[in-house]
């Protein structure tokens, strides 16, 4: 029996809390929006599970169609898509980002995040 990709993803999103579908690695990121959504999970000290892309067509492709969302790097909680990197920016200048993490009961740095909007305020 063949594993499609978006048992891969199913898969990978629902055993991780936090998952970020990615171009590059959360260590070495592969293009700027990917680098701007994993430096902000790295700053905020979040635990979280990097996908990369770009080793693989069938989960690039996967990815997409499975969110409906045409552009990567993609982030999941809990299961959930959350968004990708204008969506997480602003989630995370709002405090809504906080507030989700909170909810779902991830844990990650509350002095970090405030960081984040005051440097950006």
């Known amino acids: 029996m063949t594993t ?5 993803i199913k898969d990978t999103v629902t055993k ?3 998952v970020l579908f ?3 690695t959360k260590s070495m990121p592969q293009c700027g929006f990917s680098s701007r959504v994993a430096g902000v999970l790295n700053y905020m000290g979040i635990d979280y599970t990097d996908v990369n892309v770009l080793d693989n067509a069938d989960i690039r492709q996967g990815i997409k169609d499975y969110s409906d969302w045409p552009t990567i790097p993609q982030l999941y909680i809990k ?3 959350v968004g ?3 969506i997480i920016t602003e989630m ?6 906080d507030q989700l993490l909170s909810a779902k ?3 990650f740095d509350t002095e ?3 960081k984040i909007r005051e440097a950006n305020a």
Do not use: Y
């Open 4 to 8: 499609t990709a978006e048992d891969q």
């Open 16 to 18: 991780n809390d936090v």
């Open 22 to 24: 990615m171009k590059g």
């Open 79 to 81: 299961g959930e898509f």
């Open 84 to 86: 990708g990197c204008d």
């Open 92 to 97: 995370t200048l709002s405090g809504e980002l």
């Open 105 to 107: 009961q991830i844990t």
């Open 112 to 114: 970090a995040a405030a």
